[in-house]
């Protein structure tokens, strides 16, 4: 990580919480500025997004306790049959404002709620945005203001040490519907891994601790593609992912992380408990 | 200052009553802040309620200023942490300088007002804003400034985010001049300090309420220092690990002390009963946030219900406790 992207990075965080542990502060004078054009083009060019139309559905918490830790769902209501073919997420101001895109696969599931949450940072006051890519390859956005900024404070680890304890342990959990007529699981994925941003100054070396973070997470049910993720350090320490996925025979689902440093780990759901 | 109940320095303080109410308004106490007030000129120019002007000696050689149970604000200055000196025969050793070199001034008029001996050490129970940011006011002393061994790295890491917070949140006029001064003596191991006729013990602790705390016995009087690892009517904030601090406080409850000296608290408590509103809180999150996991719940829903039951039980706590569970979450879903 460069110095420039360093500095970049400090100026924009000019409404850091982070005072004792931190509370709220006030938007800066610039909070208003709208990167969401280029943004968009960059990733879409010019095909027409429907915004708001009732596909998707992004929560985020009214009020952020925590910028280092900001739980966020996307939801595709089950008036929504189609099969999704991608869904990515940006939060306009962070250094990186392509959080988490996600490639669906025929194990992706249909026929009932489809949903995916995570945990992010927030650099800054921004919208954070869902844009849910259908098969037909129409896409439909949902846009949330984020009305808190963690600055470079929402980078900070609590136990630096303690993070890189066990790195790339990955949990993967399966939880079975209610109804077992249900053609919709759902899933759960635990990475151990400090996702460095590489804008943090280690005062004993004078340099930038190197960014290392998690960038591509695989899983499959059954041999069959749910999803690939790619992400980006705008995803909190240890990524936690919830999502569906179709029902299948055995629904067990396999999983395979890579981070940065080109290094594998693999993780595996047991058989669902009850069955 | 006997007009500002705010000040008021007599009478159980916690909610639930338990471990203050020994050291009294005495005469002396009244006199030496009376001092106080009078070797501080700024004192006049500056907002009433936000100085240092009410130090108040809670056993021999040991002063101890009380902070507000609030956010810092302009108000408030950044007067919302506990401040103390010890005073040795042959030098005077801070520990913790409050939230602004501004207020780390009036700590240290309130120290000359008590003694002229050297100002030999600056020592910081933990890296929080409203605890260092005073340190600038010292360096004119040249003191040793002392920490846990993981205090420079998690200060030079947040260094830039506590300046423009706190800036912010005190207003640039009362934050002026404060500035992150990184320890000179870092504590890996327990140490001892020499003032004089008396010792001090430091201690560096495991990760708890935050990677760097330090806790500092005064062994003459048997006066602990516990820095933030005690709250007492301010909801307690988790900054490092909720598992540690539990087991942190534990030890800390086998300890026989004459008095402990709280980060945010009244001036004294006694063990082991001070810790016990505390460890109520921690162990309610920690259950509850456990049986929320094993049972498959989000992080969301942890948040709207665990450890609620709390709620009543301190102030701050709609600032502060929601943050708190999601750090438990993070962490105990790992076990």
């Known amino acids: 990580m460069t110095i ?11 409404a850091v919480l982070a005072a004792g542990i931190g509370v709220l502060a006030t938007a800066p004078a610039h909070a208003d500025e709208d990167l969401w054009p280029l943004l968009r083009e960059q990733a879409f060019g010019d095909r027409p997004i429907s915004e708001e139309s009732g596909f998707v559905v992004l929560e985020t918490p009214q009020k952020v306790e925590d910028a280092a830790i900001v739980p966020i769902t996307v939801r595709i209501p089950p008036h929504v049959r189609d099969q999704l073919k991608s869904l990515s997420i940006f939060i306009d101001k962070n250094p990186d404002p392509k959080v988490a895109t996600l490639n669906f696969g025929p194990a992706a599931g249909a026929g009932g709620e489809r949903s995916f949450s995570t945990r992010v940072r927030v650099d800054n006051f921004s919208h954070a945005r869902a844009v849910l890519e259908l098969e037909d390859g129409s896409l439909h956005m949902a846009t949330k203001f984020l009305s808190a900024a963690g600055g470079c404070a929402a980078m900070q680890a609590k136990d630096p040490d303690a993070d890189m304890t066990g790195l790339g342990k990955t949990v993967v959990r399966t939880f079975s519907p209610a109804l077992s007529s249900n053609p919709i699981w ?4 635990m990475i151990k891994h400090p996702n460095h941003n590489g804008m943090q100054l280690d005062i004993n070396t004078a340099k930038f601790i190197p960014a290392r973070y998690v960038k591509e997470v695989k899983v499959e049910r059954d041999g069959e593609l749910v999803f690939t993720l790619d992400s980006t350090f705008s995803i909190s320490t240890n990524p936690n992912f919830r999502f569906t996925f179709g029902k299948g025979d055995n629904n067990e689902l396999d999983v395979s992380v890579v981070d940065t440093d080109g290094v594998a780990f693999e993780g595996m759901s047991k058989r669902p408990s009850g069955s | 200052m006997t007009n500002d109940p705010r000040k008021t320095p007599v009478g159980p303080t916690t909610p639930s009553g338990c471990g203050y109410g020994v050291h009294g308004l005495s005469r002396r106490n009244v006199l030496l802040a009376s001092l106080a007030i009078a070797s501080v000129p700024l004192l006049r120019y500056a907002p009433a309620h936000a100085a240092i002007n009410d130090v108040m000696e809670v056993a021999p050689g040991i002063f101890v200023h009380q902070g507000r149970y609030e956010v810092q604000s302009p108000a408030n200055g950044g007067d919302i942490a506990n401040a103390s000196f010890v005073v040795g025969s042959e030098g005077v050793a801070v520990i913790d300088t409050s939230g602004s070199a501004r207020l780390g001034a009036q700590l240290r008029d309130a120290i000359r007002a008590v003694t002229d001996k050297p100002i030999k050490y600056v020592i910081n129970t933990h890296m929080h804003p ?16 002392v920490g846990h061994y993981k205090l420079a790295r998690a200060l030079g890491t947040r260094k830039d985010g506590y300046l423009a917070a706190n800036e912010q949140m005190i207003g640039s006029e009362a934050f002026a001049g404060s500035e992150i001064i990184l320890p000179t003596l870092s504590i890996k191991e327990p140490t001892k300090l020499d003032l004089g006729d008396r010792e001090l013990l430091l201690e560096p602790q495991p990760t708890a309420h935050t990677d760097n705390d330090l806790i500092v016995t005064d062994l003459k009087t048997n006066t602990l220092f516990l820095g933030d690892l005690l709250f007492s009517v301010h909801v307690p904030t988790i900054d490092g690990s909720i598992k540690g601090w539990i087991d942190v406080l534990d030890e800390i409850g086998q300890r026989k002390a004459a008095r402990v000296v709280p980060g945010h608290g009244p001036r004294t408590m006694e063990l082991p009963e001070a810790l016990v509103p505390e460890q109520r809180y921690l162990s309610a999150i ?4 456990r049986k929320q996991i094993a049972e498959g719940k989000t992080l969301e829903q942890a948040t709207k219900t665990a450890g609620f ?7 701050l706590f709609d600032q502060y406790h929601v943050r708190n569970v999601t750090a438990a979450f993070a962490e105990l879903e790992w076990e």
């Open chain 1, 4 to 14: 420039a992207f360093a500095k970049l990075s400090r100026t924009i965080c000019g």
């Open chain 1, 186 to 189: 759902s899933g759960q994925v």
């Open chain 2, 130 to 145: 409203d605890h260092v940011f005073g340190n600038a006011a010292f360096k004119q002393d040249n003191p040793e400034f």
């Open chain 2, 286 to 289: 920690a259950d509850d946030v």
């Open chain 2, 309 to 315: 039951s709390e709620k009543d039980a301190w102030k």
